[in-house]
């Protein structure tokens, strides 16, 4: 409990902002120009590694929630709050970065792609998981949270699988871009960049939520206490 | 008492009940008429129109109808503390849970072949495919809405505005169910495409959250 109460040293946030400073200047000047797509392309070192993060937040969501059903320690749920929290907002500039992207590419805003697809319904999961965390009531939150953790995790790869089944019946669109195999090495190596300045951020906003969820646990049983006493 | 007696206790108990007020099975029979209804006006297809997009209305008319009863289920024995009393008692809890969500089953298949009529007349429904396949269709798709429903019903029963919080939590989940529930029906109805890949994914998608509810429903009863 103590040491989970430190403060995150203010150095860690300054070098992750400093990196993020490098590599958007990486992304946006010295990464060559993609021949077909131009300077739109660039949105690919953004894009890509936000929905990294997002994926990795919610794969320690669903393992930070089987801890907590096993363990009940409070520190897991805490975990699984800040991830989810974290992974939404990622999922949510992936999806918007994506469309941004697909529309002078592709020519439309969205198609429902078995990738796209799961993404929205993986966003659409863990906003309903956010929901039950912010109306289920005391005590219960975590337990309640963490059953539906695993429903969500476990939906994914069956969502995955019907949506590409769904979809293999019409003609899906070309996946300009995106593939790692014809990635120039001066690319690759802005994109790398930009991955590891990512999964930063994503750590540091994870480990300030954890804190701040740990803290808000602690104000809430303290006030539980007093109320028990009769002193609040 | 063994487990399935327990069940059958708790499930006659449900249905003797629901026999006698008859609420859950009135309200979803209202409310799927009045979708219907509703989707006719706004639609208005021909028989041709209609076979293309009925699998997606008869499902989602059945989906709304089901979050009615559904809403129900725990409602009743949070009543008279009859939930803290089974908590308390030895029963395993999944006999508890696998009479809801039998009882729930029925509650919805009874809705489906009575609402079955009114959509071939309204409709002009005339299945192409062979309609025994239809009711396979039906039986999985049913349960697979009806297991997560029961299960999640329990868990919004204990949060603040929980008639809205089930929808919102079940049908992110359901989707692929639904989207396979869906795809069959109107694979069947033209008589286009084979439904194998849906029933097997529904048969799968049943499978594994049947036993995820299995698992953790005990947790989800006891949490404090």
């Given at each position: ?114 990738r796209l ?69 001066a ?18 906003f ?27 | ?54 699998g ?33 008692s ?10 809801k ?40 798709g ?19 505005s ?63």
């Amino acid at each position: 409990m103590e040491s989970s109460m430190k403060k995150l040293p203010p150095i860690s946030i300054l070098f992750v902002v400093a990196l993020l400073g490098v590599t958007s200047y990486l992304a946006l000047a010295v990464a060559p120009t993609e021949r077909t797509m131009g300077d739109v392309q660039r949105i690919f070192y953004y894009h890509v590694p936000s929905g990294w993060v997002a994926f990795l937040c919610f794969f320690i969501n669903f393992v930070a929630s089987a801890v907590y059903l096993w363990r009940r320690s409070e520190g897991s749920d805490a975990l699984a709050a800040a991830s989810a929290e974290v992974g939404v907002v990622f999922c949510t500039v992936l999806l918007i970065t994506g469309p941004l992207w697909a529309r002078p590419v592709w020519g439309i805003w969205w198609t429902w792609d078995a990738r796209l697809t799961t993404t929205l319904v993986l966003w659409l999961i863990y906003v309903s998981y956010l929901v039950l965390r912010r109306f289920s009531a005391g005590g219960q939150t975590q337990v309640l949270a963490a059953a539906f953790a695993i429903f969500g995790f476990v939906d994914v790869p069956i969502v995955y699988m019907s949506i590409r089944w769904f979809r293999t019946q019409h003609p899906s669109p070309v996946m300009g871009g995106g593939e790692n195999s014809g990635l120039d090495p001066a690319m690759a190596h802005v994109f790398l960049f930009n991955l590891a300045a990512f999964t930063l951020m994503g750590i540091v906003f994870l480990v300030l939520r954890y804190k701040l969820q740990m803290s808000e646990q602690a104000l809430e049983s303290t006030h539980a206490q007093a109320a028990l006493k009769g002193v609040a | 008492m063994s487990t399935m007696a327990i069940a059958r206790a708790t499930l006659m108990k449900d249905l003797r009940m629901e026999w006698r007020s008859k609420d859950a099975i009135n309200s979803m029979l209202f409310f799927a008429l009045l979708v219907v209804v509703i989707f006719s006006f706004a639609f208005n297809p021909t028989a041709e129109e209609s076979r293309q997009i009925a699998g997606g209305l008869i499902w989602v008319a059945f989906l709304f109808a089901a979050v009615v009863a559904l809403n129900q289920t725990w409602a009743r024995e949070l009543r008279n503390q009859v939930l803290d009393a089974y908590r308390v008692s030895p029963a395993p809890p999944n006999a508890l849970f696998l009479a809801k969500t039998i009882g729930n089953f029925l509650f919805v298949v009874v809705l489906e072949c009575l609402m079955a009529p009114l959509f071939v007349i309204f409709y002009e429904l005339r299945s192409v495919g062979p309609v025994w396949q239809l009711i396979v269709v039906a039986l999985l798709g049913t349960w697979a809405l009806v297991v997560n429903g029961t299960f999640f019903a329990a868990l919004s029963i204990r949060t603040r505005s929980r008639e809205i919080m089930l929808p919102l939590i079940l049908f992110p989940i359901s989707i692929p169910a639904l989207l396979g529930m869906v795809d069959a029906t109107t694979s069947i109805l033209t008589g286009e495409a084979s439904p194998d890949f849906w029933i097997k994914m529904l048969a799968v998608y049943d499978i594994v959250f049947t036993a995820i509810c299995l698992m953790l429903f005990e947790t989800v009863l006891n949490a404090e």
